[in-house]
């Protein structure tokens, strides 16, 4: 097991402020919660402590990055993609500010707090707001990569981190880069797609279904939900069907953009996996994951039915 | 930043100069109001109360107080501005134009299919920083250009025009305590107090007092002027106060200049009629300000 994301994230950001005085870190009572006391230590001119305020620290944030500063907002992704989401539309994708939104201890990292602290809607609202940039990235290298690019790409960003240690998905041969969706393997049967901290548990699904069920299965990894690179999602068509995983709301997440994109230009069978429309269960991450079927024996189980339901339609077809 | 408060014993002599700056002031202004009331009478839409109530602090702060061109803006030498109070945009629009921004024929295209001057203030039209008209953001974005400022220790300063029915929401009340918090005394909020908003007087809808008392609370130093008084306005506009972010009550008259909207909740966005319209350009060019 690694570190988690947000620790990966702090320390690229670190390196990534020491060069450029003008990136700024901008927390909302959040710097443990970011992994940013280090670079509170390190760079304390480039911390900006805003205090539970979430629209001020966006809106505030957006003023800085008019001002030629880089502003990375770190603040836990519950709030900041509910409570400042119209600062977030206005004055950061309307008015075209260059501030990267970082939302922290995002999905159900904060498992047993409750609905409260879950994000599970943000990336259905952040998709929808035009001039975007969403990314969710899966293991310590991806974070590191995306956080580098995201910093020197010109535009407002929206980048949900997790607050576990997370094992690597991808080794150093394979980079990541911003719109560009990676395929962790190929394979003509089945497509499984996912993001983010469930990635882990597709790989192993993915496993499990060849050993099982003999198919071959291609599994794709989003990381950056908009632009979506709808190529790569267009290809799953090859295959019978498409599977979508997500730490997210069944509604408007990673599952409905690829639903959207395959049942428009290449209709296939799509299914998704994810947190269905409820408030979720109490729990660790993991344990949610389980009780949802989103950790690799749920989805191999969930996918395992789906693959015979889909058998047998085909032998009545 | 505080370099340019004139010093006291200058500001007696320098009375007259205010008062033949005065009478410049004035001549733009209601060159402004005029514009206004085109550009409504035009495009059939706009808020012309707020437009009007403003239009004196805005003069003010655009041709007395700002170091503010298309030149300040590109080298980031000026001041910085954000109309928080975005749907008084008509008057920000038209000083625009006269600043040099766009062409002044460009105004005659506000409101229409696909003209770039919308109903509220965004980037697209040169010399807007930021969007504007969800009411409340703007004293956010305001304090983040006085920080960058701070941080990289340029003497600018920060201009920030609100209403007083925004003070009802609450990220204005974040972004007071972080001006001060941040000890930003290069900010200036100014208040367009016209007393009134959509619904009726501020006092019934939710009533905004005691506003200097409020913000003095969060740590500002307050002022309250006459807003249609350029003298008051620009001494009270052109003054800092240490650290101290620094709010400016300017107690004005909704629909100010022309008799028949004046105070009238009714004109915060209703259209002039055909005489209407004439009547108030009447009284425009012949008003004795
Ligand atoms: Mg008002």
């Not at chain 2, 006092?203 to 309250?224: L, S």
Request: hydrophobic residues 40%; proline residues 5%; charged residues 20%.
């Amino acid at each position: 097991m690694a570190e988690p994301n947000r620790k990966a994230f702090s320390d690229t950001l670190l390196a990534l402020a020491e060069a450029n005085p003008d990136i700024l870190a901008l927390t909302s009572d959040s710097r443990g919660s970011a992994s940013l006391n280090q670079f509170a230590s390190a760079l304390p001119r480039q911390l900006i402590e805003a205090g539970i305020a979430e629209q001020n620290i966006v809106g505030m944030a957006a003023g800085l990055a008019k001002s030629g500063k880089v502003p990375f907002v770190c603040s836990p992704a519950a709030f900041l993609s509910m409570r400042s989401i119209e600062q977030i539309k206005v004055d950061c994708a309307y008015s075209g500010a260059n501030v990267k939104l970082i939302g922290i201890s995002g999905g159900v990292s904060y498992g047993a707090l409750g609905a409260t602290h879950h994000s599970l809607q943000d990336l259905a609202v952040m998709r929808s707001i035009p001039g975007l940039t969403v990314v969710v990235p899966s293991d310590n290298q991806q974070t590191a990569e995306l956080t580098s690019q995201i910093a020197y790409m010109e535009g407002p960003v929206y980048m949900r981190l997790g607050r576990q240690a997370v094992p690597s998905v991808h080794g150093p041969h394979m980079p990541s880069q911003l719109g560009r969706g990676l395929m962790l393997q190929d394979g003509q049967d089945l497509t499984l797609i996912g993001a983010g901290e469930v990635m882990p548990g597709v790989l192993e699904a993915a496993h499990m279904l060849e050993d099982g069920l003999g198919a071959a299965v291609r599994v794709v990894e989003i990381h950056t939900i908009k632009p979506l690179d709808e190529e790569i999602i267009m290809a799953a068509a090859e295959t019978r069907a498409v599977v979508v995983v997500e730490e997210h709301s069944v509604h408007g997440g990673l599952g409905s953009a690829c639903a959207s994109v395959l049942s428009q230009f290449c209709p296939v069978p799509v299914c998704i996996l994810g947190i269905p429309d409820e408030p979720p269960v109490t729990g660790s991450q993991s344990e949610i994951f389980r009780h949802y079927g989103l950790d690799a024996e749920g989805i191999h189980s969930r996918i395992a039915a789906f693959w015979q339901q889909l058998q047998r339609q085909r032998r009545r077809g | 930043m505080d370099d340019r408060k004139p010093p006291n014993s200058q500001r007696a002599a320098s009375k007259t100069a205010h008062t033949s700056d005065s009478l410049r002031l004035r001549a733009k202004a209601r060159q402004i109001r005029l514009d206004i009331l085109d550009m409504i009478y035009t495009a059939k839409g706009g808020h012309i109360g707020g437009a009007f109530s403003s239009a004196d602090i805005l003069t003010a702060l655009f041709y007395a107080v700002m170091r503010f061109s298309p030149e300040t803006l590109a080298t980031g030498e000026g001041d910085r501005f954000v109309l928080s109070k975005g749907h008084a945009c008509e008057g920000y629009y038209a000083i625009l134009a006269d600043r040099g921004f766009f062409p002044r024929t460009e105004l005659a295209s506000f409101l229409q299919y696909k003209s770039r001057l919308m109903g509220h203030p965004h980037p697209k039209i040169p010399g807007v920083e930021v969007a504007t008209g969800s009411l409340g953001h703007g004293l956010s974005v305001a304090v983040g250009m006085a920080l960058a400022a701070k941080l990289d220790g340029r003497r600018e300063r920060v201009f920030c025009l609100a209403g007083d029915g925004e003070l009802a929401e609450g990220s204005i009340w974040e972004a007071a305590s972080a001006a001060s918090h941040y000890r930003l005394g290069n900010l200036t909020c100014i208040i367009d107090r016209n007393g009134l908003q959509i619904s009726g007087p501020t006092e019934e809808i939710m009533d905004p007092e005691p506003i200097e008392q409020r913000f003095a609370a969060f740590g500002w130093h307050t002022t309250d002027v006459d807003g249609h008084c350029f003298e008051e306005l620009t001494a009270a506009l052109h003054r800092t106060h240490g650290e101290q972010p620094a709010l400016v009550t300017a107690h004005t008259v909704k629909g100010r200049g022309v008799s028949f909207m004046e105070n009238q909740a009714g004109w915060h966005h209703r259209l002039p009629t055909v005489e209407e319209y004439h009547q108030a350009k009447a009284e425009l060019k012949g008003h004795p300000c």
